[in-house]
């Protein structure tokens, strides 16, 4: 038996990161993550401060939109049409969850596939759907997969279990694992005798 030590890993792939961030920058490209809040929800100022440490890790430039809990649908919808517009942001990433008066969907598909690095716009979704590589896949779900990577673990022809079935972990990392010719269950909260 094995125990997978994450942390080990986070930091090995951060370092490969790293290098290619390094590599980039000498190339005269620097890498832009924009991250967007809404409301002071304390565990997604926590999500939000990793990710902007992530960032400064590997050397990736970060924008940091923290935006008042009465923010407009309307208003937040501009600032992703301006983001997707500017080219020298190239990743959105939108935390969830959002007041309840913006519809999180609408916010969503407003992201450019292109710049969606939550893997959470219908392209993406579709993507890891179909196996067709467009878009990303979500972050907990491809890290996952990372994990097998990084221990060799080939899933093909092996029975897998996914406990979980949310469209931003559950799903799509069946889907992932559907991919590598294994064969999936999927239990929930409606699985009797998990």
Request: hydrophobic share 40%; proline share 5%.
């Amino acid at each position: 038996m094995n125990i997978i030590d994450g942390k080990a890993i986070s930091k090995q792939i951060k370092d490969e990161v790293k290098e290619k961030v390094a590599a980039l920058k000498a190339q005269g490209v620097t890498v832009t993550l924009a991250v967007v809040q809404v409301g002071n929800d304390p565990a997604s100022s926590v999500y939000v401060n990793n990710k902007k440490k992530a960032c400064a890790y590997t050397g990736m430039e970060s924008e940091s939109f923290e935006l008042p809990e009465e923010t407009t649908q309307e208003e937040l919808l501009s600032l992703i049409e301006e983001l997707n517009g500017r080219k020298e942001i190239n990743g959105i990433l939108v935390q969830l969850p959002l007041p309840k008066h913006i519809d999180e969907n609408a916010v969503i598909r407003a992201i450019s596939p292109k710049k969606d690095v939550d893997g959470m716009t219908p392209v993406s979704a579709a993507g890891v759907f179909t196996g067709s590589g467009q878009g990303f896949p979500p972050c907990t779900a491809q890290a996952c997969m990372a994990l097998l990577d990084y221990y060799h673990i080939d899933s093909a022809g092996k029975s897998a279990t996914v406990v979980g079935r949310s469209a931003v972990v559950g799903r799509p990392a069946a889907m992932l694992l559907l991919a590598r010719n294994a064969t999936v269950t999927v239990c929930h909260t409606g699985t009797r005798d998990v």
